[in-house]
């Protein structure tokens, strides 16, 4: 079973920056794209990037496009989220996620999930 742990979220004014880490444990070969998703309060679920384990491709939503960078580390099997730039409606709970299936923005292709981290972004 593939576990999923965030961490790195926190309070930050608008324009600010924070990383975002996601903790892999027990991976599989089935696990080869890992994602970030995040929800705010009242809204769905959405897609904000991948990245592809071995190749280390990634691709975004565009509307964090140039202000998130999102990266793995294989030795230490954690995924990043670098994000800057921050405004007031990237407030949300952030999800790490893993799966299978490469570009695709879709949640219920992603078969494993953390907890999510709590970003709070202040204007």
């Known amino acids: 079973q593939v576990q999923l742990v965030e961490s790195g979220g926190g309070l930050v004014q608008a324009g600010g920056s924070l990383r975002l880490s996601c903790a892999v444990s027990r991976r599989t070969f089935t696990v080869y794209v890992m994602a970030w998703f995040r929800q705010a309060p009242g809204n769905e679920r959405e897609f904000v990037a991948s990245?592809?384990?071995?190749?280390?491709?990634?691709y975004y939503a565009d509307f964090v496009k140039g202000r998130f960078t999102i990266s793995r580390d294989r030795a230490k099997n954690t995924v990043y989220l670098q994000m800057n730039s921050l405004k007031p409606e990237d407030t949300a709970v952030y999800y790490c996620?893993?799966?299978?299936?490469?570009?695709?923005?879709?949640?219920?292709?992603?078969?494993?999930w953390g907890q999510g981290t709590q970003v709070t972004v202040s204007s």
């Open positions: 990245v592809n384990w071995s190749g280390g491709s990634t």
């Open positions: 996620a893993a799966g299978s299936t490469w570009r695709t923005e879709r949640d219920y292709d992603y078969n494993y």
